[in-house]
């Protein structure tokens, strides 16, 4: 843990937990313990790609999955923050849903929504420069290690882009194999053909 926190760029672990409330959204410790003392409120619609959930905290959108049954989409939820008060969305909330929805919808649309990003300091890296990539466009798992600044990491970059909890705001599906042939999409390898389809028409 200490050496991927000088490996991220900051000067000592103190001045890492001081950041990481303002990145994680909460302190480390809650992060760990499931979201504990946290409200984290949600809805679930359809699109095109299935059913969709959209969870937020207080800072963003911390979670947005994409599925085929809308009950293991909110188990998941609840398994992620199994210590938060997870609430349904009211009227207001299900307005937000249909602002993804119809981003979902126009894929390659830029996301203006605000976003809690959540995850270690290494996914955390794979995940911004994911967000750099081109609509329309893809890397192999390769190329994203390199730009990450670990070439030998490709392996641990395939699993940080499993681990993304935010389905296409950060688009983990704009990922191939050094062929260009589709490999494992957390959300459906189909979902993942259909998001690069929309994107290049």
Not at 26 to 44: H, L, N, Q, S, W
Not at 117 to 144: A, D, N
Not at 150 to 168: D, F, K, T
Request: aromatic share 6%; glycine share 10%.
């Amino acid at each position: 843990m200490t050496q991927a926190i000088y490996e991220a760029g900051y000067a000592s672990s103190r001045q890492f937990y001081q950041e990481a409330t303002r990145i994680l959204g909460m302190r480390p410790k809650t992060y760990r313990d499931g979201g504990k003392d946290e409200t984290i409120c949600f809805a679930v619609g359809e699109c095109s790609l299935g059913a969709v959930l959209v969870a937020s905290s207080l800072q963003g959108i911390c979670a947005l999955s994409i599925g085929d049954e809308p009950e293991a989409l909110v188990q998941a939820l609840e398994q992620r923050f199994r210590q938060a008060a997870i609430i349904g969305g009211d009227h207001h909330y299900e307005q937000l849903v249909a602002r993804v929805i119809g981003l979902l919808e126009v894929a390659g649309t830029g996301w203006n929504l605000p976003l809690d990003i959540r995850g270690t300091v290494f996914q955390k890296r794979v995940w911004q420069v994911l967000q750099t990539i081109p609509s329309g466009t893809t890397l192999s798992y390769g190329e994203l290690a390199a730009r990450i600044g670990s070439p030998g990491a490709v392996r641990a970059v395939a699993s940080a882009c499993a681990a993304n909890p935010l389905a296409v705001a950060i688009p983990c599906h704009r990922v191939v194999r050094r062929d260009g042939s589709l490999s494992g999409y957390r959300w459906g390898v189909e979902r993942k053909r259909r998001l690069l389809e929309m994107e290049r028409c």
